[in-house]
């Protein structure tokens, strides 16, 4: 397995942005988290788990242990920070081998349309980026 990584992704630099303003630091989102940093009460009132604040139009709690499956994508979604880079903007030694995007011959860069440009670009302005995932995969 290869990793193919962009440290300067114009998306990715963002979705790591956007997590340091979960959960509960008066983010655009307006969810807050009032509980216990080392556990998680289900049967807690409102303010003492995740919950969106009321001025922002929605009054309800948010059950991380629910099976409203609605209600579980919004706690990991707008409440949960993730705590790594997003996957595709770092090296991982889990991977075999690590390519970044921005060398040569591919030459990815921080613009917009280098996020995902393998798949928003047509193939044949992309042929080098299939070329090197074909003698990666030994193909």
Known sequence: MYNYYNERDYALAKWEWDN???PDDGSRYAFKYGGATN???????????FY?????????SFQVGTTN??????????????????LGQATNAAFYGNFSLEESPLGYDAKHYSH??????????????YETVIQHCGF
């Open 39 to 49: 556990s998680y009460n289900d049967s807690a009132e409102m303010t003492a788990r």
């Open 116 to 129: 995902s440009k393998q798949f928003r670009s047509n193939i044949v302005e992309q042929r080098k980026y």
């Open 69 to 86: 499956l609605q209600q579980r994508y919004a706690v990991f979604s707008y409440c949960a920070e993730s705590w790594s880079l997003a």
């Open 52 to 60: 969106r604040d009321p001025l922002f139009g929605a009054n309800e």
């Open 20 to 22: 340091r303003l979960k």
